[in-house]
């Protein structure tokens, strides 16, 4: 995990270097995305720790400051066994985004953005010839911020560090549902972007 870190610190901090000599790109008003991320969380897991989540969105960039899009994120929640039984668990998010941008000088266009949608976690333990699982779902709501690093004239990374705040209505094991619960939930990732169409404008630094 810390490996991972570090690797994924050291590209961006390479791109971020490249990116101040270069030439200042301006968002393409009207142009589409798509984005893969991978990150941490500071949700716990079935044993106890912390695991990376990795997703995936799409969106379209209303004018060179505001963009509205969706997305996906998968939380593997790790796994247990212990006496013959073992146990797992993982979250996903799903839900509209909206991000705004800050005035661009250089390839590194700082925003911050809003989040929310739907959650959903379950978890499973089986063994000794039972099986029980459990599901309990809800939604989530969250505030953020980064920068978008352009590599290139319509790609890039992007560090981001994000809040949500997720709810679970009453949770179903086998048909009984057990109190509503709430968490928060506190995220770093690190994300390669792809921008496509538009009408783009460029501007020497």
């Not at 490249?18 to 990150?39: C, D, P």
């Not at 212990?82 to 705004?100: A, K, N, Y």
């Not at 981001?160 to 995220?187: K, L, M, P, W």
């Amino acid at each position: 995990m810390r490996c991972l870190v570090k690797s994924l610190c050291v590209s961006i901090m390479f791109v971020l270097v490249y990116s101040v000599t270069a030439q200042a790109q301006g968002i393409a008003t009207g142009s589409g995305e798509v984005t893969a991320n991978l990150g941490f969380s500071s949700v716990k897991g079935t044993d106890n720790g912390r695991h990376p989540f990795f997703g995936f969105s799409g969106a379209y960039n209303v004018a060179p400051f505001a963009a509205v899009g969706f997305e996906y994120n998968y939380h593997p929640l790790g796994s247990v066994s212990d006496s013959g039984f073992t146990g797992s668990e993982h979250m996903q998010l799903l839900g509209p985004v909206v991000r705004f941008s800050l005035p661009q000088a250089t390839r590194v266009v700082p925003y911050f953005l809003v989040d929310g949608g739907y959650v959903s976690d379950h978890a499973s333990v089986s063994g000794q010839g039972v099986s029980i699982g459990a599901t309990r779902s809800g939604g989530y709501f969250g505030l953020g911020g980064g920068a978008s690093i352009y590599a290139g004239n319509n790609w890039g990374v992007r560090p981001e560090f994000r809040y949500d705040r997720e709810h679970f209505g009453a949770t179903n094991v086998q048909g009984v549902s057990i109190a509503s619960s709430g968490q928060n939930d506190v995220q770093f990732s690190g994300a390669i972007f792809y921008q496509f169409g538009g009408k783009r404008s460029m501007k020497k630094k």
